[in-house]
């Protein structure tokens, strides 16, 4: 063998070698640098802890702040599951609301009966039915001007519930309307089920 193809023998190994070790460092790129592979999109309302990263390590997570009247009752809820953050709860309702009173306007039943209470689901599943018969365009949602928390509790069966008041702008195409209701929200806190569920639906004090 000549001196030329010695060489390049040697100098192919030595990459291969270095290839190798680079590949066992660094392993393969199978996706976002963050735990290579990200968990599939949370629905809108869940436990904060299925809608966020956890805390790595020995890292605690932060504890949420509570402020207001209902202060002390979202404190209740967060004592019964520390992953229950408002400010994450919040960002779920609002979205959680875009998608209920969008399936209500054009009468999706499969995408309603998952979110709502029994109780909601049959009253609104009622409404429908009425709607059908008389060719009532339902009401969708133009704007959601403001969604705030105005009660929490949590009673003895570890049950919460969390009301938020929503005002937004509805329309059917020919007419629009300011509406400003309170959604209660309710999850078993020692479930390992993580979605709310919409409970109640009032309409809020003008004011």
């Given at each position: 063998?000549?001196q ?33 592979s ?55 309702a ?61 009673d003895d ?51």
């Open positions: 063998m000549s030329s193809m010695i060489e390049f023998v040697v100098l192919a190994a030595i990459a291969l070698f270095i290839g190798w070790r680079l590949y066992i460092t660094l392993g393969q790129d199978d996706g976002p640098p963050e735990g290579r990200r968990a599939p999109q949370a629905s809108p309302l869940r436990r904060s802890s299925d809608a966020t990263d956890q805390a790595s390590g020995d890292v605690a997570p932060v504890r949420p702040v509570f402020t207001g009247a209902h202060a002390a009752g979202l404190e209740t809820i967060y004592g019964a599951d520390n992953s229950f953050d408002p400010t994450i709860f919040l960002q779920g609002r979205s959680a609301y875009e998608m209920i009173v969008a399936a209500f306007a054009r009468g999706d039943r499969q995408a309603l009966k998952p979110l709502l209470d029994k109780d909601v689901y049959e009253a609104w599943d009622a409404a429908i039915s009425e709607r059908e018969k008389t060719g009532t365009e339902g009401m969708s949602l133009l704007r959601l001007r403001r969604a705030e928390i105005t009660d929490a509790s949590l069966t570890g049950m919460a519930r969390v009301t938020v008041e929503f005002e937004s702008d509805l329309g059917d195409g020919v007419s629009t309307a300011r509406s400003k209701e309170l959604w209660t929200f309710m999850r078993q806190t020692s479930s390992n089920d993580p979605n709310w569920l919409l409970d109640d639906v009032d309409t809020a004090d003008e004011g």
